[in-house]
């Protein structure tokens, strides 16, 4: 199969209408149809069923979508990672971490790397939540902070770094806060302080109260009195005033690990891998 094809065959089956994928696509519809057809003798199975009102999906063409979505993924990642490799005025590694997230390692981290001999820049991608893996996957980064089970490893190498309980962090003053210690439970419908609506792509699921889309914009709605979160206990180091945090005794523990591509064959992703681990 050629990539070609397979554009044109995802974008048939993710319209499911000839007309609209061929203007998607900016074709004519005919040869977008005989293209489609000749696919299908190829792989000797019908892909979709077509009828004067309807495109649909044949149980051969619903494996060919998820197969060819992620072939096409991989053809893309790898021309961003070969274009960023070619760019002589660009060397370097891009790190993917979530915004807000192992504040405290990440600096240890690019500290103890830019001391390492070899070292070469590391260009650190901010990412809102849930977006380090698709970023690594699509070749926008070299190499990722990810975090379970919030985050996906599926597909990836991986070593771990760390595994640490999770806090609740409140607004100072709140009547839980002189706690030692709490429950899930205890924050189920905490009277005036709603859960927060993650809003984008990787988001937690939504609560009632105010949407938000990073860890800054949170952790100012919590000193405010708007909402609250549970978060890793390692963002104790970066808590702003009015914002006080209880371990929560049966929140799930985070592993924080660092992530590759498989099949990359990169020095200074090996050797920052390498200081991650000594760290």
Do not use: N
């Not at 990539?3 to 044109?8: D, K, S, V």
């Not at 994928?21 to 977008?32: D, E, I, K, T, V």
């Not at 105010?210 to 979160?229: F, I, K, M, S």
């Amino acid at each position: 199969m050629e990539t070609r094809e397979l554009r044109y065959f995802v974008a048939v089956a993710e319209e499911l209408h000839f007309g609209r994928a061929a203007q998607r696509l900016g074709m004519a519809q005919p040869p977008l149809s005989r293209a489609v057809a000749q696919l299908e003798r190829r792989l000797g199975a019908p892909l979709l069923t077509r009828s004067s009102r309807s495109v649909a999906l044949t149980p051969a063409g619903e494996v060919l979508l998820a197969e060819g979505r992620a072939a096409l993924a991989a053809v893309e990642a790898a021309e961003r990672r070969t274009r960023r490799a070619g760019a002589a005025d660009r060397p370097g590694v891009v790190l993917a971490v979530k915004a807000g997230a192992s504040a405290e390692l990440l600096a240890k981290l690019l500290d103890a790397y830019a001391a390492e001999p070899g070292a070469v820049p590391v260009e650190v991608l901010l990412c809102a939540v849930g977006e380090q893996g698709p970023a690594l996957r699509d070749g926008r980064a070299d190499v990722a902070l990810l975090h379970l089970p919030f985050d996906t490893t599926a597909g990836l190498d991986t070593e771990e770094l760390g595994t640490e309980g999770q806090v609740a962090v409140l607004p100072a003053g709140h009547a839980l806060t002189g706690r030692t210690e709490v429950s899930l439970a205890d924050l189920d419908d905490l009277p005036g302080l709603p859960p927060p609506r993650w809003s984008g792509p990787g988001g937690r699921p939504a609560g009632p109260g105010p949407e938000v889309r990073d860890h800054a914009q949170l952790l100012q709605l919590v000193q405010l009195g708007r909402t609250y979160t549970v978060l890793p206990e390692s963002v104790r180091s970066q808590l702003p005033e009015g914002v006080v945090t209880v371990p929560v005794r049966d929140a799930a523990r985070v592993t924080t690990v660092i992530a590759w591509p498989p099949h990359s064959r990169s020095r200074p992703v090996a050797d920052l891998v390498a200081t991650a681990l000594r760290l």
